[in-house]
């Protein structure tokens, strides 16, 4: 009987050995690769990196409404001690639209959020109406007798009369705002449930206008 031999195409032997010779994957070659590590980081830093950024954002805003307002009473400030008056508007008026415009619309300023008292000098500023103290608990109470400083028929502990004031009287602008905090980590640290107050005063004297009248 005769052997059968197979016969393999020519070129089999060095393809076999060129498979062999061929370097297999490996466990360690795959824990090394790297491939799509930024994409795994980003995923884990991205939300902090952005809050970070917002956060900054936010504490510059609120830095640079402190400024507008600031900027804002003085300028309003400047008006009224001149005792000029607006077509149309009354003095109180135009120095709430002064503020307000000073803001640039960020925040909604209003004649509740300004303050104007006119006092009769600068130390009644920091001082409450005289009264007599009956009972020694150093505070003022119901029915003690008090000096009725701005003559509107009840005790105050601020003596101001409200109004932009008179020639010659002294005049104390304050305004009083809130922004809301919208990075919730803030929230609680700048503000009080997420408003944060922004506030400015000054004091002048106003020009004595009536002369010579």
Do not use: C, K
Not at 31 to 40: I, K, S
Not at 54 to 75: A, K, P
Not at 121 to 130: G, K, L, N, R, T
């Amino acid at each position: 009987m005769l052997a059968l031999r197979r016969i393999r195409p020519a070129g089999h032997a060095a393809l076999l050995r060129q498979a062999n010779n061929r370097p297999r994957p490996r466990a360690g070659a795959f824990l090394r690769d790297e491939g799509g590590a930024a994409l795994v980081e980003f995923a884990f830093a991205g939300p902090i990196l952005l809050t970070t950024l917002i956060g900054i954002v936010e504490v510059s805003m609120v830095i640079f409404l402190n400024l507008m307002v600031e900027s804002g009473v003085r300028e309003a400030a400047r008006f009224g001690l001149t005792g000029a008056e607006q077509e149309g508007m009354t003095r109180e008026e135009y120095i709430v639209q002064v503020i307000n415009d000073r803001t640039m619309g960020l925040l909604d300023i209003t004649d509740e959020n300004v303050e104007m008292l006119v006092y009769d000098s600068f130390e009644d500023i920091v001082e409450a109406e005289p009264y007599v103290d009956v009972n020694l608990n150093e505070q003022y109470d119901d029915g003690e007798p008090y000096t009725d400083t701005n003559g509107n028929g009840a005790y105050d502990a601020d003596p101001g009369v409200a109004g932009a004031g008179e020639s010659g009287e002294i005049v104390l602008y304050r305004v009083t705002a809130n922004w809301a905090i919208f990075t919730t980590y803030l929230a609680d640290l700048l503000g009080d449930n997420g408003l944060f107050t922004v506030s400015a005063s000054v004091v002048v004297r106003n020009e004595p206008w009536d002369i010579g009248t």
